[in-house]
């Protein structure tokens, strides 16, 4: 398997404050049915830090049975806990997940050591392709590039990196620094073209979610090397991707729109809250000016 186009970040849906399989089914399928080359159940915009382990586990279960090997299902099961990150891998592993996204340490603040040490650990328990993933504005630390090269150097099952710092520069380093083959992945809807235009290979997006027929074509315009469709699809769906991550944290917005398209209930676990009311007209207008409402 490889890291290659179009991942959406699948939200999860509550009901009740309980896991909303139904819902979860009809979102699967309708990304399946918008071209997505994949799913990544229970990341940030999953809500993963407010999951109990065994919802987190059944998020991704429910996944893998619901995608039924149509699309890539990359289990998130990173942690700031080694040996909880391994524990969930090797369950979502038994489970038949294609791959793992993992995230970088988050609160402990390790050095780049102790990152290394992290993800090496992981590596050695686990024979799923693993998609690291670097954002700085959550854990608090990067993963630096040297740490990349030498995990992608002594690691045969690291194999891609979702970059999520809002660096272009920082793609061209990792360009430079680590062996062909290994993928990086956009974690920034809006910085997709840029991204790809230095080297990375695909995206993993939030605004899929409501609009994966439309990311996938921005995605393979911009592989493809049609850069003229590619600006034309950016500079028309950029307002989306913006107004999904700024009128309030990932994933607020987003859950949100999904709630008024009638996809899911507004259940958000605390201690997020839903998206302020006032915002609500701003949320309406925007998804009805893509046709999304």
């Known amino acids: ?121 992981i590596a050695d328990a686990t024979s799923l392709p693993i998609l690291l993933y670097s954002i700085p504005g959550r854990s608090g630390i990067e993963i630096a590039v040297d740490t990349v090269a030498r995990l992608a150097a002594d690691c045969p099952n690291i194999v891609a990196i979702k970059e999520a710092g809002g660096s272009v520069e920082r793609v061209n380093q990792l360009v430079q620094a680590l062996p062909e083959g290994f993928a990086i992945l956009s974690g920034d809807d809006g910085l997709t073209v840029p991204f790809i235009s230095c080297g990375a290979v695909g995206l993993v997006s939030v605004t899929s979610n409501v609009a994966p027929a439309e990311m996938k074509a921005l995605v393979d315009a911009a592989l493809s090397g049609d850069g003229k469709k590619a600006l034309k699809l950016q500079k028309k769906y950029y307002p989306l991707m913006k107004g999904l991550m700024s009128l309030d944290g990932n994933p607020v917005p987003i859950k949100a729109a999904m709630a008024l398209r009638g996809d899911m209930s507004w259940d958000i676990r605390m201690p997020l809250a839903p998206l302020a009311e006032s915002k609500h007209g701003i949320l309406t207008d925007l998804l009805k000016s893509y046709n999304l409402l």
């Open 1 to 121: 398997m490889k890291y290659y186009g179009l991942y959406t970040a699948i939200v999860t849906p509550f009901k009740d404050n309980k896991v909303d399989a139904e819902a979860l089914k009809a979102l699967i399928e309708a990304q399946i049915a918008g071209g997505v080359d994949g799913i990544v159940p229970v990341g940030t915009t999953g809500e993963s830090p407010t999951l109990s382990h065994e919802e987190h586990m059944e998020v991704i279960r429910l996944a893998i049975e619901f995608a039924a090997g149509r699309c890539q299902v990359i289990a998130g099961t990173g942690s700031n806990s080694t040996i909880e990150a391994i524990e969930m891998t090797k369950e979502a592993e038994a489970m038949g997940a294609d791959g793992t996204l993992q995230v970088c340490p988050y609160y402990n603040k390790p050095s780049q050591e102790g990152v290394y040490r992290h993800f090496k650990a």
